[in-house]
């Protein structure tokens, strides 16, 4: 929020002189004059960070590859939800200390669930 307020809404020296133009006639009675606008140029920090710029894109998972999240400094967590057999959906779990152990551990909970529900569909065609 601040970040958006700092580049798209700034006060001016300008807009400040204005302002206290406007106090002192209003409160004070005066007639000062008012300053004029000028052109003023944004901070070079402003323009850096429009330059340097790049929105973040995340990474997009394929579908039925599940999803892993960081739930605090050393734990992960992968999640995969699946249909089972009979039509229901269910999520299983994994967790793990670092996001590439967890990658690996969701990698084989995925291939072992799926085999299994594999399992289980053709043994209700048969029956």
């Given at each position: 929020?601040?970040?958006?307020?700092?580049?798209?809404?700034?006060?001016?020296?300008?807009?400040?002189?204005?302002?206290?133009?406007?106090?002192?006639?209003?409160?004070?009675?005066?007639?000062?004059?008012?300053?004029?606008?000028?052109?003023?140029?944004r901070t070079a920090q402003t323009s850096?960070?429009?330059?340097?710029?790049?929105?973040?894109?995340?990474?997009?998972?394929?579908?039925?590859?599940?999803?892993?999240?960081?739930?605090?400094?050393?734990?992960?967590?992968?999640?995969?939800?699946?249909?089972?057999?009979?039509?229901?959906?269910?999520?299983?779990?994994?967790?793990?200390?670092?996001?590439?152990?967890?990658?690996?551990?969701?990698?084989?909970?995925?291939?072992?669930?799926?085999?299994?529900?594999?399992?289980?569909?053709?043994?209700?065609?048969?029956?």
């Amino acid at each position: 929020m601040f970040t958006t307020l700092n580049i798209y809404s700034h006060i001016t020296d300008t807009m400040r002189a204005q302002a206290s133009v406007k106090i002192d006639r209003k409160i004070g009675g005066t007639v000062a004059p008012m300053p004029e606008t000028k052109d003023e140029q944004r901070t070079a920090q402003t323009s850096a960070l429009k330059e340097n710029f790049e929105p973040y894109t995340p990474k997009i998972r394929k579908s039925g590859t599940g999803f892993v999240y960081q739930i605090n400094d050393s734990l992960w967590e992968g999640s995969f939800y699946t249909r089972l057999a009979d039509g229901k959906r269910k999520k299983f779990n994994v967790y793990a200390k670092t996001r590439e152990e967890c990658e690996e551990e969701l990698a084989k909970m995925i291939a072992e669930k799926k085999a299994e529900i594999a399992a289980e569909k053709k043994k209700m065609k048969t029956a």
